[in-house]
């Protein structure tokens, strides 16, 4: 079992940044890839970034690609998200999410966090 909970969350205007992080712990947090994903209201959860275990690769969204940057901390037991020229169509709630086989897009995320808010405004 592994606990993940978020934070770093808040109310950002547009072209601004912010970092979440999310801390695991329970079982071992290098044996997981992680993943984040959001859902804004009235849609569909998506995919947002990928990190293998080591953090040695990483997968973005093609509408955060250049802009989001997902990196870990295995000797923490975090994972990091951060986000610069944040959109108003980035406003969502934000998860993170561990895969214990596979990782990216496609990956079966076996551990979910409650989730953080996010909101641009414009």
């Known amino acids: 079992q592994v606990q993940l909970v978020e934070s770093g969350g808040g109310l950002v205007q547009a072209g601004g940044s912010l970092r979440l992080s999310c801390a695991a712990s329970g079982r071992t947090f290098s044996h997981y890839a992680m993943g984040w994903f959001r859902q804004a209201p009235g849609k569909e959860r998506e995919f947002v970034a990928a990190?293998?275990?080591?953090?040695?690769?990483?997968y973005y969204a093609d509408s955060v690609k250049g802009r989001f940057t997902i990196s870990r901390d295995n000797a923490k037991n975090t994972v990091y998200l951060q986000m610069n020229s944040l959109k108003p169509e980035d406003t969502a709630v934000y998860y993170c999410?561990?895969?214990?086989?596979?990782w990216g897009r496609g990956a079966l995320y076996d551990y979910w966090g409650q989730g953080t808010q996010v909101t641009v405004s414009s």
């Open positions: 990190i293998t275990w080591n953090g040695g690769s990483t």
């Open positions: 999410a561990a895969a214990e086989t596979g």
